[in-house]
Nanobody
Framework: QVQLVESGGGLVQPGGSLRLSCAASGSVFSLHAMGWYRQAPGNQRELVATITTSGITNYADSVTGRFTISRDNVKKLVYLQMNSLKPEDTGVYYC?????????WGQGTQVTVSS
């Protein structure tokens, strides 16, 4: 079993920044691909960013150039640095761990971008 706990969400003004963290436990962290997803009210959960075990990253078009995903395999942490935030970035952000075709999820952390 993989346990994931997100933190770092909150209220921020447009153009501001936040850094989300995801703490992982219960498995061999360095062997798993990780990612961040988000879900706005009434919408389906969507991919934000992923990072492979070797550090290769992938981003949704909507966040490319503004968000950065990174990982620390020693501390078993995954980060999402979010810059130049827009109101449409608002939603619950979920940490994801993929073990082959099985997805594990954290409880989510709320990000609200508003004046």
């Amino acid at each position: 079993q993989v346990q994931l706990v997100e933190s770092g969400g909150g209220l921020v003004q447009p153009g501001g920044s936040l850094r989300l963290s995801c703490a992982a436990s219960g498995s061999v962290f360095s062997l798993h691909a990780m990612g961040w997803y988000r879900q706005a009210p009434g919408n389906q959960r969507e991919l934000v960013a992923t990072i492979t075990t070797s550090g290769i990253t992938n981003y949704a078009d909507s966040v490319t150039g503004r968000f950065t995903i990174s990982r620390d395999n020693v501390k078993k942490l995954v980060y999402l640095q979010m810059n130049s935030l827009k109101p449409e970035d608002t939603g619950v952000y979920y940490c994801n761990c993929r073990v082959f075709s099985v997805n594990y999820w954290g409880q989510g952390t709320q990000v609200t971008v508003s004046s």
